[in-house]
């Protein structure tokens, strides 16, 4: 099973914070780049947020300011902190984790919405 296991969606209303996480496989040794992306309905995915394993982040304009990827290596996992929620932001949030063992592994989604 090389599939990570996304955590921590649901309901909130404006202005509130939850916090994603994306526990990858424990046949990956070492995880490389590792990203968030969302669905909402009737749109296309989305990229939300990357990080390198050397620490650099990217994140789409419509996050900035508000959300933020990291990552815990030794637990092989990773994080997004999503704070000033908007409604705009429901979705369902997928994570994808880079690793030499299994190459471009997704996650099945974890559906956040946000209440106005």
């Known amino acids: 099973q090389v599939q990570p296991v996304e955590s921590g969606g649901g309901l909130v209303q404006a202005g509130g914070s939850l916090r994603l996480s994306c526990a990858a496989s424990?046949?990956?040794?070492?995880?490389?780049?590792v990203g968030w992306h969302r669905q909402a309905p009737g749109k296309q995915r989305e990229v939300v947020a990357t990080l390198t394993s050397a620490g650099n982040t990217n994140y789409a304009d419509s996050v900035k300011g508000r959300f933020t990827i990291s990552r815990d290596n030794a637990k092989k996992t990773v994080y997004l902190q999503m704070n000033s929620l908007k409604p705009e932001d429901t979705a369902v949030y997928y994570c994808?984790?880079?690793?030499?063992?299994?190459?471009?592994?997704w996650g099945q989604g974890t559906q956040v919405t946000v209440s106005s």
């Open positions: 994808d984790v880079i690793s030499v063992e299994a190459g471009d592994a």
């Open positions: 424990e046949s990956i040794f070492r995880m490389d780049v």
